[in-house]
């Protein structure tokens, strides 16, 4: 006869769905729920009430909690959770959504929904959050049974940290979070629609070598993917072992150590003359866990058109990265840390070697390039430089700290200015360019490292956008560093205005700024302004030695400063404009 | 060029959105779109006839196959295979035109299966280009009313799509 066993999910403790979903997140080792509570999500609350493990952080709005959540991903490489409650708690969590989403970062957003009875009823508070999520999500769920509950969570973290990773959002109806369940969490799972490829394919491993061993102007582009991917060492290894020029685009600074001679510097629309022109002229590109994109290449057509017979390698745990906006030769899809291992084991028992000569005459050509000194800007200026100030707080912080940053022409002088050395020390949104993360970012990553040094440089137009989170520092003891590069005006639209719509500075300057240092300060902070060049690195090294408080640096900067190099939109990478031209 | 996706989905709610909503947000064509469950009812096969080039095509098998709920997408256009739609067309079919009508629909193998005395409802199975070809046939004012399935496909032989 047959024994029969219970089914596994029947073999548990008796808990509510509010309980397991705390008891998942507990069993994934979650640290910290970043979160706002509201009706629908009410027993959930109650639930991580009862609890210590799992560290709840009380947001501002519901955006901040995406975007710490995110930040503290980004900075620790594990899944960050937030919790939101239905209808407009959704709705303002969507932007930090999209924004994980467009750089892969793995995250699980727990959601409450109005009952299951309700839904679809208008009922207040409900929205439908698995339609309006669908795009901008890995992939989610709306669990309409509690027994679905633990198996459901566990899936969650599976997908959105396994492959390419994403954010995973969880809708939980009010009523399958107030009924019972038996508790069971499955330690593996597997799903027959969902087995991303991590193995790289031997053969296509082997023809990449060769086409590096034979490269004559070889060239090595690295992406988010190789920091996602914690591929870092083995990129380092490579570019050495090879002695080719190497670039990272903005989501992988850091991936290769700036300080390496190697390093021609961060690539793209804002990249160096060396690294743009290398791109364009080399004759072999490795590109590792990249994609392309229109920031980076500019126009694919100009972009292909660029170096005849110019042969492609693209390594990527996402397929549909590979050839999307530019033909690759030799596609290798699989987890890049592993690809790159296999790829510097056969480097290191060929005997072939690369061709010495014409790897020199590169070098000397890229040399060329370098002397341009294409980020030079003035370095007597009476009024303060904002590359000067990226400059000291490198200095400051020995180049060691965690560096946030908003969007626009700050983040592209930290990204050219702060010489990250390793991998998760830059955190920003590259993708989808969202203002407003740069504070939340730095409570995530402070959140994760207390004792690190976390600076978060912004600008006073995308500090407006979440500037509520300097309540949630006070609260949880955040000592970040705010690094406000204040030119009074939106500087990036300020400059494509003056380059591209013949100075018509429509709307991007700001009337009635706050007074940010009293802004600080009421928010039980400490604020300072800096308006003088010799003040810049005082302020910044007492900014650094208040251990435990945090610091808003207002710093008054040149209004009329312009990001150098630049390609316009649409065109290619080696039609840059240089501060020199104008 | 024209593309037939045979698309294998977990039998979920919301599979199939993220299809429709995939081909949208990237701007693929869909020209017909058909769904129904498989044999094993956890699944869903779906036939999607689109155009682009073999660039495109591929990027948007690429991005179906990264959907969580899809298994398995096979482009049936690579390979033989056959291609089959199902069309209802509600004719007028009154005093000459009757006997007419229902000669047309013969020569095309189609099944009159209902009557009035004032129209026929025709059923017409085949390819794409078959049941174009019959709509042309007949006389523009006769056609009251027509549903077309989409396309359906599968490959010739042995070969199978099997999750």
Known sequence: MELKLPPLAETGETLTGAEIAIRCLQEEGVEFVFGYPGGAVLFIYDALFKQKKVKHILVRHEQGALHAADGYARATGRPGVALVTSGPGVTNAVTGIATAYMDSIPMVVVTGQVPTRAIGEDAFQECDTVGITRPCVKHNFLVKDVNELAITMKKAFHIATTGRPGPVLVDIPKDVSQQSARFHYPEKISLRSYSPVVKGHGGQIKKAMQLLLEAKRPMIYVGGGAILGEASHEVTELVRLLDYPCTNTLMGLGAFPASDKRFVGMLGMHGTVEANMAMQNCDVLLAVGARFDDRVIGNPAHFAAGSAGRKIVHIDVDPSSISKRVRVDVPIVGHVKDVLAELIALLRASKEKPDAAALAAWWDQIGSWRAKDCLKYDRNAKIIKPQFVIEKLWEVTKGDAYVTSDVGQHQMWAAQFYRFEKPRRWINSGGLGTMGVGLPYAMGVKLAFPKADVACVTGEASVQMCIQELSTCKQYHLPVKLVNLNNRYMGMVRQWQEFFHGNRYSESYMDALPDFVKLAEAYGHVGMRVEKPGDVEGALREAFSLKDRLVFLDIITDQTENVFPMVPGGKGMSEMILSEDL | ?163
Request: glycine share 8%; aromatic share 4%; charged share 30%.
């Open chain 2, 1 to 163: 060029m024209r593309h037939i996706l045979s698309i294998l989905v977990e039998n979920e709610a919301g599979a199939l959105s993220r299809v429709a909503g995939l081909f949208s947000a990237r701007g693929y064509n869909i020209e017909s779109l058909t769904v129904a469950p498989t044999e094993d009812a956890t699944m869903s096969r779906m036939t999607i006839v689109t155009t682009g080039s073999d660039e495109i095509v591929e990027q948007i098998t690429k991005q179906l196959n990264k959907l969580v709920d899809v298994v398995k997408v096979v482009d049936l256009s690579e390979g033989r295979h056959i291609e089959r739609e199902l069309m209802l067309v509600k004719v007028r079919a009154a005093g000459k035109d009757r006997e007419e009508m229902k000669r047309t629909a013969d020569i095309f193998r189609g099944r009159i299966i209902d009557v009035t005395d004032k129209s026929y409802t025709i059923e017409l199975t085949g390819t794409t280009d078959k049941l174009d070809a019959f709509l042309e046939a007949l006389d523009k004012g006769a056609i009251l009313e027509t549903v077309r399935t989409g396309v359906s496909g599968i490959g010739r032989g042995e070969w199978v799509l099997k999750a």
